[in-house]
Nanobody
């Protein structure tokens, strides 16, 4: 069983930055691809970014490309999402997720992920 705990959310003005963290426990973190998803009120959960188990491959949604950066520290069992140039439309609950299928690339469908954190709220004011 893998446990994921997100942190780092909060309230920030448009144009500001936040860094989200997701700490994993209970499994072999360095073997998992990791992803970030978000869900705004009244909307479906959307893919944001993903990183391969080695960290060598990353993939981003078009809406965040160039503004967000996903990274991981396998020694600390933690994945990060650095969010810069935040916009009000980035407001959502952000979730990290673990994909236990070990592959060179990453998957962007939420149904491919096996474990999820509880989420952290990010609010961007205009």
């Amino acid at each position: 069983q893998v446990q994921l705990v997100e942190s780092g959310g909060g309230l920030v003005q448009a144009g500001g930055s936040l860094r989200l963290s997701c700490a994993a426990s209970g499994g072999s973190f360095s073997s998992y691809a990791m992803g970030w998803f978000r869900q705004a009120p009244g909307k479906e959960r959307d893919f944001v970014a993903a990183i391969s188990w080695s960290g060598s491959y990353t993939y981003y949604a078009d809406s965040v490309k160039g503004r967000f950066t996903i990274s991981r520290d396998n020694a600390k069992n933690t994945v990060y999402l650095q969010m810069n140039s935040l916009k009000p439309e980035d407001t959502a609950v952000y979730y990290c997720a673990a994909d236990l299928f070990k592959a060179a690339a990453v998957r962007i469908g939420g149904s491919s992920y096996d474990y999820w954190g509880q989420g952290t709220q990010v609010t961007v004011s205009s």
